[in-house]
């Protein structure tokens, strides 16, 4: 039994090693950069220990509460369109017609797209002198035109629109597996007792569907706190710091000031927040598990 056990152990020793120098290094080193002040730009100068300095910074600095908030309202509202937008394109795909293996194709698109591409296309469709979105608005009238990326008001919900676009697929995709497991004999049995459709769906899809939907909502809800290129490539944070969202403000602190202590504490903050949800999260699922179980 020793001896098997130590031959599973070599062989996931190349993955261990794999998580621990491409995930765990990162985080740590993050973690303990996050102590110290340096300057990106003047290595010579070396890390002075600052201690929690950076972290009471954080904690102070207006910037990155209002950074804070625009990030905690892109993931409110994208998170709801995500998952309703999601669980209707699964329902449908889920029926039996022509063409469902090519619909299916075709609306994983948007996710199979790199980021940087869509960001890029949107980018585009936005822009006020020959962008689709004006085009469509205002029927070619040079005239009449908004300028979404450059309105404080209107940037943000372009961002929206494009992260919706584009993981609502993926989330599909995930209550796609879920309905796939639901036995047809339930809906049978439900419609041999006279329910509707909507009852059927009600009492019958939707509880069986809560461990599918949690998962997607801890994925997005991850994906969603750590937004950083539709933000880079759409809009640079602007304008005015409408899309400034925690981890662009971290960016900048680093790359853009040299701030490497600084930038760290946020990168720091951003994980430990998507760690507490995720936990969070996974105890609602086991709960959601145990209790599907139980019946």
Not at 64 to 74: G, I, Y
Not at 95 to 114: C, H, S
Not at 136 to 155: C, H, K, N
Not at 247 to 256: E, L, V
């Amino acid at each position: 039994m020793r001896s098997s056990h130590r031959l599973a152990f070599l062989f996931l020793l190349p993955s261990l090693i794999f998580v621990g120098l491409f995930a765990f290094y990162p985080i740590f080193e993050s973690f303990r950069l996050s102590f110290y002040r340096s300057i990106l730009t003047l290595p010579w100068l070396g890390q002075k220990m600052v201690g929690w300095e950076n972290y009471t910074d954080l904690w102070t600095d207006p910037v990155a509460a209002q950074s804070l908030r625009t990030t905690l309202f892109f993931v409110v509202t994208t998170i709801p369109l995500e998952l309703g937008i999601g669980l209707g394109m699964a329902l449908v795909m889920n029926e039996v017609f022509r063409g469902r293996g090519l619909l299916r194709a075709v609306v994983l698109i948007p996710w199979a797209i790199p980021t940087v591409v869509s960001s890029q296309m949107w980018r585009f469709i936005f822009n006020d002198r020959y962008g689709l979105f004006n085009f469509v608005l205002f029927g070619g009238d040079a005239s009449r035109y908004l300028a979404p990326l450059a309105d404080p008001i209107l940037a943000p919900m372009t961002i929206i629109v494009a992260e919706v676009w584009k993981t609502a697929p993926f989330v599909a995709l995930i209550v796609l597996a879920g309905l796939q497991t639901i036995p047809d004999e339930l809906y049978e049995a439900a419609s041999i007792d006279g329910a509707t459709a909507w009852q059927q769906f009600r009492h019958v899809t939707l509880p069986l569907l809560r461990p599918a939907l949690l998962l997607a909502l801890l994925f997005r809800t991850i994906d969603a706190l750590r937004v950083f290129d539709l933000v880079f490539v759409m809009t640079q944070g602007g304008p005015a710091d409408a899309t400034n969202v925690l981890s662009f403000y971290g960016y900048k602190k680093i790359f853009a000031e040299g701030m490497v202590g600084y930038g760290s504490a946020i990168a720091v903050g951003v994980f430990l927040v998507s760690l507490i949800l995720s936990l969070v999260y996974l105890q609602i699922l086991k709960s959601s598990r145990l209790e599907g179980t139980a019946r």
